[in-house]
Nanobody, 120 residues
Framework: QGLLVESGGDSVQAGGSLTLSCTISRNIFRINYMGWYRQAPGKERDLVAT???????NYGDSVKGRFTISRDNTKNTVYLQMNSLKPEDTAVYYC??????????????WGQGTQVTVSS
């Protein structure tokens, strides 16, 4: 099992909603930020949303107003609530985290990805 464990990917119709979650599976010292990126076939991996240690969020332009990122620091988990989904949201969604390990090493970790498919 990798450091970041993602879940929630599914197939939905346009206009529907999904919630993705990503949990850090091992003990760590501290999280700097967590976020989501996505990659559609034949395209580059793009920012969806990030949230830092202070709760400050940043969104990609294409998802503003439709997606919401949040964190549960007690569970070392980040969520992505996706509403009003469009076919162009179809992609593999990757969780990313910047964090300090128990040994105080700084790591940037990626999850394995979870597929989101939106049909018209």
């Amino acid at each position: 099992q990798g450091l970041l464990v993602e879940s929630g990917g599914d197939s939905v119709q346009a206009g529907g909603s999904l919630t993705l979650s990503c949990t850090i599976s091992r003990n760590i010292f501290r999280i700097n930020y967590m976020g989501w990126y996505r990659q559609a076939p034949g395209k580059e991996r793009d920012l969806v949303a990030t949230i830092d240690d202070s709760g400050i969020t940043n969104y990609g332009d294409s998802v503003k107003g439709r997606f919401t990122i949040s964190r549960d620091n007690t569970k070392n988990t980040v969520y992505l609530q996706m509403n009003s989904l469009k076919p162009e949201d179809t992609a593999v969604y990757y969780c990313k985290a910047g964090l300090w390990t128990e040994r105080r090493d700084y790591n940037v970790a990626w999850g394995q990805g979870t597929q989101v498919t939106v049909s018209s």
